[in-house]
């Protein structure tokens, strides 16, 4: 059994994280922290975890975290990387849900979250936990920067088309939609039902903090910078990202849409949690509620010199703690599938 601790256990990523995780026939859940909540049971803040979780919440000062085997951070940024130097010290593998480590460039992480990288050393020594792309590394890591929301449905999305080279890599265009969880659990008047219910609206059009993000990791991949425009809305619904991806052709012009077609099928053909759907599908978020899926389909509009690549995930699971436990199970020589086997919820 895997000795788990939990840093941040009262968001909505920190709840996901309880459901999956106490349903995994390998997970032994040891500490989940609180400062503010220490002491009060977890299934008295959350009662649909009533009879799987008996754990209460401990103050993370007094919480000896070093005896865990692993340990998930599902704080706010700038959190773990304060903690994750003494953890990886005592042996523990840490999995941090949040932005802490994801971006390797340390001036380019600062000037996007506004204060300064407390653990710049371990940049280097973390993995980017993408499973489609680095699970050999991940395998092997003690340090995982698990990806953000958007960027997994945005480089999922994209991925096939830029490893094969075949389109405009100057000028990507994402253009994503989220549900309002994922901007975690806090009182801003933003995200008040009477705010963000019967509404929609972009936000961040200058510059949102996955734009690095995204940019690297497809940077990675093409062996080369990219152009990319990333403009994310809200939408009026709890959970779920829609991501509707536009690239130009300028390799297999010549072909129709089933070259295309295969290439994502090809691509995705051995990753259990990526659904390339039949041409001339268009996923719903709703297909992939409370599910560890990242379901896609390609189109090539009046056949013409774009595509566009709908990539739908629930921010919460793949998106989130189901993609963390995902990184577990590779990290620990687990099935990829372990734990991961929930159907999506509909309606």
């Known amino acids: 059994m895997i000795k788990i601790g939990i840093v941040g256990g009262t968001g909505y990523t920190g709840v996901e994280l309880l459901r999956i995780l106490a349903q995994h026939p390998q997970a032994q859940l040891v500490a989940i922290t609180s400062r503010k909540q220490?002491?009060?049971?977890?299934?008295?803040?959350?009662?649909?975890?009533?009879g799987s979780v008996s754990l209460a919440y401990s103050d993370p000062a007094s919480t000896d975290l070093g005896r865990c085997d692993a340990v998930?951070?599902?704080?706010?940024?700038?959190?773990a990387m304060a903690q994750a130097a003494a953890l990886l010290d005592s042996g523990a593998r840490v999995i941090d849900l949040s932005a802490d480590f994801r971006i390797r460039d340390v001036a380019e992480w600062e000037q996007w979250y506004g204060t300064r990288h407390a653990a710049p050393g371990l940049i280097a020594?973390?993995?980017?936990?993408?499973p489609e792309v680095n699970r050999a590394c991940i395998r092997t890591a003690r340090l995982v920067a698990n990806p953000g929301c958007y960027p997994t449905a945005v480089q999922l999305g994209l991925l096939p088309l830029v490893e094969a080279?075949?389109?405009?890599?100057?000028?990507?265009?994402?253009?994503?939609?989220?549900?309002?969880?994922?901007a975690g659990r806090k009182a801003e008047t933003?995200?008040?039902?009477?705010?963000?219910?019967?509404?929609?609206?972009?936000?961040?059009?200058?510059?949102?903090?996955?734009?690095?993000?995204?940019?690297q990791?497809?940077?990675?991949?093409?062996?080369?910078p990219v152009g990319l425009t990333f403009v994310p809305h809200l939408v009026p619904m709890i959970r779920g990202i829609h991501a509707t991806l536009y690239a130009r052709i300028t390799h297999g012009?010549?072909?129709?849409?089933?070259?295309?077609?295969?290439?994502?099928?090809d691509r995705y053909a051995a990753e259990p949690f990526v659904d390339v759907l039949p041409a001339g599908s268009h996923p719903d978020t709703r297909s992939v509620r409370a599910a560890n899926l990242c379901r896609i389909a390609v189109h090539r509009p009046q056949g013409g010199d774009t595509l566009v690549v709908l990539s739908v995930i629930d921010n919460l699971v793949k998106g989130a703690a189901g993609q963390a436990v995902q990184n577990m199970n590779i990290m620990f020589g687990l099935p990829e599938t372990l734990g991961l086997a929930q159907l999506p919820v509909v309606p």
């Open 125 to 130: 020594q973390a993995v980017y936990g993408l």
């Open 190 to 215: 933003d995200f008040l039902f009477s705010e963000a219910s019967d509404n929609f609206k972009a936000y961040s059009v200058n510059g949102h903090r996955h734009w690095p993000e995204i940019r």
């Open 38 to 50: 220490a002491g009060m049971a977890v299934a008295d803040m959350f009662p649909s975890l009533r």
């Open 165 to 182: 080279g075949v389109v405009d890599l100057d000028h990507l265009i994402a253009d994503a939609k989220s549900g309002v969880s994922g």
């Open 72 to 79: 998930f951070f599902a704080t706010p940024n700038a959190v």
């Open 253 to 265: 012009a010549g072909s129709d849409a089933s070259f295309f077609q295969k290439l994502y099928q």
């Open 217 to 224: 990791g497809l940077g990675d991949l093409a062996g080369r």
